[in-house]
Nanobody
């Protein structure tokens, strides 16, 4: 069992930056590929970014590529999502996720564990 706790959400203006953190406990953190998903009001949960077990490989949704950066610190059992140049359309609840599969194949249906989410609101 893996427990995931997100933090770092908040209300910011368009163009600002935020860094989300996800602290993991339980089984060996480095055994899991990690990712971030988001769900806006009235919309389905969607993939944002994923990172391999070692951190060597990262993957991004086209909508955030070049603005968001995912990283992990296996010594601290933590994964991060640095979000720059935020837009109102980035407003959503952001969820941390862990999978025993590959980061490249990470998806809503291929996630083993979810956090409870942290709200990011971007005002125009």
């Amino acid at each position: 069992q893996v427990q995931l706790v997100e933090s770092g959400g908040g209300l910011v203006q368009a163009g600002a930056s935020l860094r989300l953190s996800c602290a993991a406990s339980g089984r060996t953190f480095s055994s899991y590929a990690m990712g971030w998903f988001r769900q806006a009001p009235g919309k389905e949960r969607e993939f944002v970014a994923a990172i391999s077990r070692s951190g060597a490989s990262t993957y991004y949704a086209d909508s955030v590529k070049g603005r968001f950066t995912i990283s992990r610190d296996n010594a601290k059992n933590t994964v991060y999502l640095q979000m720059n140049s935020l837009k109102p359309e980035d407003t959503a609840v952001y969820y941390c996720a862990a999978t025993g599969g590959t980061a490249q194949a990470m998806g809503v249906m291929k996630t083993d564990y979810w956090g409870k989410g942290t709200l990011v609101t971007v005002s125009s």
